[in-house]
């Protein structure tokens, strides 16, 4: 039996996935509780009734509210239990609770998700696990339900580093897609028919994660089969960057993000400016 933890937005639908394994959830909100009763689950009215799960997932709000259930869970679950923290929380408070964790036999793991609600429903989300590879192996068949790409991340906290580190492509992506849809704006350009292009664009390229290639960070060598390759898409960033801000100053447009890509493109891509 899996027990879960937090039935919001994303953990509704993801613990609704589980109803074929066998499921029993909690929620402090008993509406949500019955939605999935109704669906096959079972429901745990307390904390305390999820005692006998082999693994808990944890879908709650923040690091307050994890720590808040795991105080309670850990006395009373038995030795061999696995929790997953699927929530983005401080990395250090998985390894704290992990800690604690041994005292009683069970095993925390970090594993937050990535793809939004969407890809809760729809069972294709992503999960960034950090935690032994014996848990990883008793987490995997349980998360195959919800998850459409599974990927051990390595010992307790990283899975959390990795969820930040995607996060901040994520946001720091938004608000360059805000500067870019500003410019269009001001150069008169219907900013649903940008978006139909971009979109439609990044499905084919895979957007910034298409030159999430390398297996380190820092400079290429002149014979890495990267180098090449990142040679010339900086010679295409330097051309189209410089064009962008050419406009925008013409149009008088704020675009500190752009600036700042003039000058980091050649470190993020590991090859000089010739």
């Known amino acids: 039996m899996i027990g879960f933890v937090g039935l919001g937005q994303m953990g509704a639908p993801m613990a609704g996935h589980l109803v074929e394994s066998g499921v029993i959830v909690h929620d402090l909100r008993p509406e949500v509780v019955a939605e999935l009763v109704d669906k096959g689950a079972k429901a745990a009215r307390t904390l305390e009734d999820l005692a006998g799960a082999e693994l808990i997932g944890l879908m709650v709000r923040d690091d307050a509210q994890v720590r808040e259930v795991c105080a309670v869970l850990l006395p009373l679950v038995s030795p061999g239990t696995v929790i997953a923290i699927h929530s983005t929380i401080r990395a250090r408070t998985a390894v704290e609770l992990a800690a604690e ?129 990142y040679a010339h898409v900086l010679a295409l960033g330097d051309k189209d960057l410089a064009l962008a801000l050419e406009l925008a100053g013409e149009l008088g447009v704020r675009t500190p993000l752009t600036e700042l890509a003039v000058d980091l493109l050649p470190e993020a891509l590991g090859v000089p400016r010739d």
């Open 101 to 229: 964790a041994e005292r009683y036999g069970v095993e925390v793991v970090d594993a937050p998700v990535s793809g939004s609600f969407l890809g809760a429903h729809q069972g294709t989300l992503a999960v960034m696990v950090g935690g032994s590879e014996q848990a990883f192996a008793r987490c995997k068949e349980a998360f195959d339900p919800w998850a459409g790409l599974i990927v051990h991340m390595g010992p307790v906290g990283a899975g959390t580093h990795a969820k930040l580190a995607r996060n901040l492509l994520h946001f720091v992506a938004f608000t360059a897609a805000g500067e870019a849809q500003r410019l269009a704006e001001a150069a008169g350009i219907p900013l649903r028919r940008l978006a139909r292009v971009v979109r439609h664009s990044d499905a084919i390229t895979g957007g910034p994660g298409s030159v999430m290639l390398r297996s380190e960070t820092g400079p290429l060598a002149s014979d890495d089969p990267l180098h090449d390759v």
